[in-house]
């Protein structure tokens, strides 16, 4: 029950540090959207020890950790569009899959090639816990 | 009756989600991925059951209202591991920047080579980031925000699907840089398929996909110059 009830603040927490983020796009006319400027104020907040980890771990850690989940719902919305998958259906599976596949290998090699491997290896075991 | 249908909605697709969970955690393979299994058995049970995607909308949007909330929680995965990524900012921010240049410089060119139309090289102009920030982007820029979900949604899935093993064979194994490109070319649903791997590399995914969303954010007034 306890529980529950901090995760229900944590939520409206982070509905708030979302509101927020929209708001400061809309009035300083930032071309970031309003959750992305959310992200941040609530990365400088955390920062700045103006707001303890602690206090929206709980509500954080489940929304990241399902964020898969409302995705789903969005991905439904395909079943509307398969009109676009006839008309351009060849262009648009390459277009998205080899894009795909060369993004991920250039991605994920660079990042491999450049770290120094045992270095950032030490470091993996000692974030395991987190 | 509206009340009832939605509630039927939500509840159809957190239980398939679970399920959808369970089923992964037993059997992975490509097809066993949560967002596909549970796309593909809510959208044939909403037929079976005579529902239309208008009436799941109202049911959609209850859910899909989180995302914010969602976005905004990934300053935590971000904060948790400032310091390592700090530490290998270089090598990190490389590979994004070169994985969303390459990803998108081939998505354009065979989008053109294919001569498909503007509103469908807006919505591959967000195809690798967050659903909530590609569509505000899309948005904020007068395109179809459906599109761009789409092609977002699409390439998640794809990423989930193909991704894991193509790494493993091409011996890419260091989870920092698998965490890296799984957030950056495939933002939430790679995100989650990075957790599958370990909590750090989903946390580097988580902060990866939040970077890159930034990033992209930034650059996308320069990206529609070549729209």
Known sequence: MKKLLAFTGQLILLLIICKLGYYLADILHLPIPGNVIGMIVLFILLQTKVLKVEWIELASGFLVKHLAFFFIPITISLMTMGWLFIEFGLGLALSLGVSLIFGFIVSAWTVQKLSHRGEVKQHDSAHHNL | ?227
């Open chain 2, 1 to 227: 009756m509206t009340a009832l249908i939605t509630t039927y909605s939500i509840l159809l697709t957190i239980i398939a989600y679970i399920i959808g969970r369970k089923i992964y955690a037993k059997y992975p393979s490509p097809f066993t991925t949560p967002v596909f299994f549970s796309t593909i058995t809510i959208i044939l049970i909403l037929l079976a059951s005579g529902l239309n995607f208008e009436d799941y909308t109202p049911g959609k949007n209850i859910i899909t209202y989180f995302l914010g909330p969602a976005t905004v929680a990934l300053a935590v995965p971000l904060y948790k591991n400032r310091k390592i990524i700090v530490k290998h900012a270089l090598p990190a921010i490389s590979g994004m920047i070169l994985g969303l240049m390459v990803t998108l410089i081939i998505a354009f060119t065979i989008a053109l080579a294919f001569s498909l139309p503007p509103f469908i090289l807006q919505g591959l102009a967000v195809k690798s980031i967050t659903v909530p920030i590609a569509v505000e982007i899309t948005e904020l820029y007068g395109g179809d925000s459906n599109i761009s979900a789409a092609f977002v949604i699409l390439t998640g899935v794809l990423g989930t699907m193909i991704a894991p093993k193509m790494m493993d064979k091409l011996n890419i194994t260091l989870p920092f840089a698998r965490g890296i490109a799984y957030g950056t070319i495939a933002h939430g649903l790679g995100t989650a398929q990075a957790a599958q791997e370990s909590e750090f590399t989903g946390a580097v995914a988580g902060a990866a996909m939040a970077i890159a969303g930034i990033l992209i954010s930034c650059f996308f007034p320069f990206i529609s110059h070549f729209l």
